[in-house]
């Protein structure tokens, strides 16, 4: 059994293990730490063993782009905690995962925070291939960055790189103009405000009303949700009625106005069609003549529906809101309503709104009812067939031994008519029907001895 003079030269050399062990973990951590801070003074690698170039990033340089970023809202006190001391940070290739803003102009120059992880002793930013302007790593988690500039728009993967390398995918930081893609809702009373929101790209970072324009009106007030998100009230003056296009400004770069995502309505009616230019049309045909739509409020016409069948492109409103011409798409025979869409609804069908479709082929009678009138008096009868689209009473004729002209033809649908005549004044007679193609008088159906006459006593 060990004597007690034994047990406490042993429990020595334990205790003295225990320390040393405890200072080559401390002396480790430092080394470690120590490695994390030398990015403004070490050399490392892309990730692929081609050498980086050293930072150039000066102590004041990268207390302003802190300053910066914390003035922008890229990055709060909180995130300038240092890692907890006495804390070993493994290293790790970087991960990026997210950049703010996410965008901006060719030129650079704008300082965004990236978030991801492993970016203690970072020593080299990259926006794909190109270096940062300038950097300072915050903390392990999150780095403040000045944009460099670039040639061309395009999406830059940013990478980072520590002692263990780099990483080749992550965030993207996209070069050139905001976008804006949708506006909800898209239209507003030209003498009322209205809040609507904006969704696109590259919105982070702007703070001035006048960043945002409705035409040539600035928006009364903006807020900045997220890089895709703004909040914007339409402008406090009675603007003029009319489509106009929202524009997102950001370090004098312009959104595109190219495609309907950045059209705004100033209305406060829906459209009304009063006429057209033309009630009919070749069935089946891709070479119809441009159709003048006329009314009112036609401002941001959008799509142009013909029956089911929609026209959204081609489409052309006039400067006073009063006229829209479109192309007519190619249908099958039978008549149809046109109607307009704008981002405020769909106008209602009405008298002024029917189009017919012709075809090409002769029409047919199946039946005729009532078929039997006095001659004195006349009547309505209802024809049931096909290819009664565009019927008129020059194309309807009631063949007697002196031929009669309906007064009224009305098509309820390329299968049905009402056709009224008058008084047959050579008296009692049977009388065929004739009905001829609209657009083709050599298509005729004749239904023989179709219609009867009779006097009364």
């Given at each position: 059994m060990?004597?007690?003079k034994?047990?406490v030269?042993?429990?020595?050399?334990?205790?003295r293990t225990r320390?040393?062990r405890?200072?080559?973990?401390?002396?480790?951590?430092?080394g470690?730490?120590?490695?994390?801070q030398?990015s403004?003074a070490?050399?490392?690698?892309?990730?692929?063993?081609?050498p980086?170039k050293?930072?150039?990033t000066s102590?004041?340089e990268?207390?302003?782009?802190?300053?910066q970023?914390?003035?922008?809202g890229?990055?709060?006190?909180?995130?300038?905690?240092?890692?907890?001391?006495?804390i070993i940070?493994p290293?790790?290739?970087?991960t990026?995962?997210?950049?703010?803003?996410?965008?901006g102009p060719l030129?650079?120059?704008?300082v965004v925070?990236?978030?991801?992880?492993?970016?203690?002793?970072?020593?080299?930013?990259?926006f794909d291939?190109v270096?940062a302007?300038?950097y300072?790593?915050?903390?392990a988690t999150?780095i403040v960055?000045k944009?460099?500039?670039a040639?061309?728009?395009?999406a830059?993967?940013i990478?980072?790189?520590?002692g263990?390398?780099?990483n080749s995918?992550?965030?993207?930081?996209?070069y050139?103009a905001p976008?804006v893609t949708s506006i909800s809702?898209?239209y507003?009373?030209?003498?009322?405000?209205?809040v609507?929101?904006?969704?696109?790209?590259g919105?982070?970072?702007?703070t001035?009303?006048?960043d945002?324009?409705?035409?040539?009106d600035?928006?009364?007030t903006i807020?900045?949700v997220?890089?895709t998100q703004?909040?914007a009230?339409t402008?406090?003056?009675?603007?003029?009625?009319?489509?106009?296009?929202?524009?997102?400004?950001?370090?004098?770069?312009?959104?595109s106005?190219t495609?309907?995502g950045?059209?705004?309505?100033?209305?406060?009616?829906?459209p009304?069609i009063?006429s057209l230019?033309a009630?009919?049309g070749a069935?089946n045909?891709?070479s119809?003549a441009?159709?003048?739509?006329?009314?009112?409020?036609?401002f941001?016409?959008?799509?142009?529906?013909f029956?089911?069948?929609?026209?959204?492109?081609?489409?052309t409103?006039?400067?006073g809101?009063?006229t829209v011409t479109?192309?007519?798409p190619?249908?099958?025979?039978?008549p149809v309503?046109?109607?307009?869409?704008t981002?405020?609804?769909?106008?209602a069908?009405n008298?002024?709104t029917?189009?017919?479709?012709?075809?090409?082929?002769a029409?047919t009678v199946?039946?005729?009812?009532?078929?039997?009138?006095?001659a004195?008096?006349?009547g309505?009868?209802?024809?049931?067939?096909?290819?009664?689209?565009?019927?008129?009473?020059?194309k309807v004729s009631v063949?007697?031994?002196t031929?009669?002209?309906?007064?009224?033809v009305v098509?309820v649908?390329d299968?049905?008519?009402?056709?009224?005549?008058?008084?047959?004044?050579?008296?009692a007679e049977d009388c065929?029907?004739?009905v001829?193609?609209p657009s083709?008088?050599?298509k005729?159906?004749t239904?023989?001895?179709?219609?009867?006459?009779?006097?009364?006593a």
């Amino acid at each position: 059994m060990p004597s007690r003079k034994e047990d406490v030269a042993f429990s020595g050399r334990r205790d003295r293990t225990r320390v040393a062990r405890v200072l080559a973990g401390s002396l480790l951590a430092c080394g470690l730490l120590l490695l994390g801070q030398t990015s403004s003074a070490s050399a490392s690698t892309d990730g692929r063993g081609t050498p980086s170039k050293m930072s150039t990033t000066s102590n004041k340089e990268k207390d302003a782009l802190i300053a910066q970023a914390l003035e922008q809202g890229l990055i709060t006190e909180a995130d300038l905690q240092s890692d907890a001391p006495g804390i070993i940070v493994p290293f790790a290739v970087p991960t990026v995962t997210a950049v703010a803003p996410a965008g901006g102009p060719l030129e650079g120059g704008q300082v965004v925070a990236i978030t991801g992880t492993g970016f203690t002793g970072a020593t080299a930013v990259k926006f794909d291939t190109v270096d940062a302007t300038a950097y300072a790593v915050v903390s392990a988690t999150r780095i403040v960055a000045k944009v460099p500039n670039a040639s061309a728009a395009a999406a830059k993967i940013i990478k980072v790189t520590n002692g263990e390398g780099a990483n080749s995918t992550g965030s993207a930081y996209t070069y050139g103009a905001p976008t804006v893609t949708s506006i909800s809702p898209a239209y507003a009373d030209p003498a009322t405000e209205k809040v609507v929101t904006i969704t696109g790209t590259g919105f982070l970072g702007l703070t001035d009303a006048a960043d945002v324009t409705f035409g040539a009106d600035e928006a009364q007030t903006i807020f900045v949700v997220s890089d895709t998100q703004i909040v914007a009230t339409t402008p406090d003056t009675d603007v003029d009625a009319g489509l106009v296009e929202v524009t997102v400004t950001r370090n004098s770069v312009a959104s595109s106005t190219t495609g309907t995502g950045s059209d705004f309505l100033f209305s406060d009616a829906l459209p009304e069609i009063t006429s057209l230019g033309a009630t009919s049309g070749a069935a089946n045909s891709a070479s119809l003549a441009d159709l003048v739509i006329t009314g009112t409020d036609m401002f941001g016409v959008r799509k142009v529906n013909f029956g089911a069948t929609a026209v959204t492109t081609g489409i052309t409103v006039n400067a006073g809101g009063t006229t829209v011409t479109v192309k007519p798409p190619s249908r099958a025979s039978g008549p149809v309503d046109i109607t307009l869409e704008t981002a405020m609804g769909t106008t209602a069908a009405n008298l002024n709104t029917k189009f017919n479709y012709i075809g090409t082929v002769a029409p047919t009678v199946s039946s005729i009812n009532p078929a039997v009138f006095d001659a004195a008096d006349g009547g309505s009868f209802l024809v049931v067939g096909t290819g009664f689209a565009g019927m008129t009473t020059a194309k309807v004729s009631v063949k007697c031994a002196t031929p009669l002209t309906p007064t009224s033809v009305v098509v309820v649908s390329d299968t049905q008519m009402i056709v009224t005549v008058g008084e047959n004044s050579p008296g009692a007679e049977d009388c065929d029907l004739e009905v001829t193609n609209p657009s083709d008088n050599t298509k005729k159906a004749t239904v023989a001895d179709g219609i009867h006459f009779f006097e009364s006593a």
